[in-house]
């Protein structure tokens, strides 16, 4: 049975550069003969990948050929390395009125539409929480750090990090785009922190990203194993890695925090 138009999902922006991004998504699509969605999660992907300065191109790789076929200048790639600067120059042109989530708004209004019940804060409410929650700080310049269980796209790390950027951020989310989508605005402001794709409720993790300039990139991915900020459950691909070995299939991460002065 055909659905009524009027029960389609339609696009909605609140930054309405997204409707000229969402031509390029959809360009790129017809250009790679694939879904939005597929083409927008590989986009986020190589944007991460393209931040690692070098430490993850074989992962940029791997997703790339899906995106190489044409003449040049007409591939799918083409169009998305257009999206994707056009995507950073929005974030800077929005910036006046603080950090703006360009990425995860596109991911909302065009691609996600509300699927597994994943609706991202508007940036006003994501600051009147961080106000609420951390309120000015009587020591505000000693390094704290900050953690989302569900972070969307990062909204409320960044909400924080516009009055505190040199503390550390943690988020986690059971939607990778959306992990990656916050990997890349923190990465993109120099924020330090722990983007992690895993289940805040059963601890199960798949990958983590560090963020922050580590010599070489501004991104890079690390051994769930090697985050300091919670217990881990490996997913069920790692549990069954284990089943061979020794080692235990859940570790539990002990870490020693310095003595407060």
Known sequence: MPIPPDDLAREFFFHDVNRQHLQLLDEAARQ????????????????VCALSGGQLEDQYMDVVKRHSDGKPGRRSCDTLAQLYGSVIDAMETDCREG???VLGDLFEGAVSYGENGLYLSPMPVCRAMSLLTVGDEEE????????????????????????????????VDVDVRAVRIAAINLSLRNIYG?????????????????????????VREIPPEACPYAPLRPSPKQQQEHTSRDEPAVKVIEHQRADDD
């Open 32 to 47: 790679s003969g694939l879904s939005r969605g597929e083409v927008f999660a590989d986009f986020l992907h190589m944007g």
């Open 99 to 101: 950090m703006q989530d």
């Open 140 to 171: 505000p310049y000693r390094i704290k750090s900050v953690c989302d269980p569900a972070c969307g796209s990062g909204r409320m790390l960044m909400a924080v990090a516009e009055r505190y950027p040199h503390w550390e951020y943690v988020g």
């Open 194 to 218: 722990y983007l992690i794709h895993g289940n805040s409720l059963t601890l199960e993790t798949h990958r983590v990203y560090r963020t922050g300039f580590n010599g070489k990139g501004v």
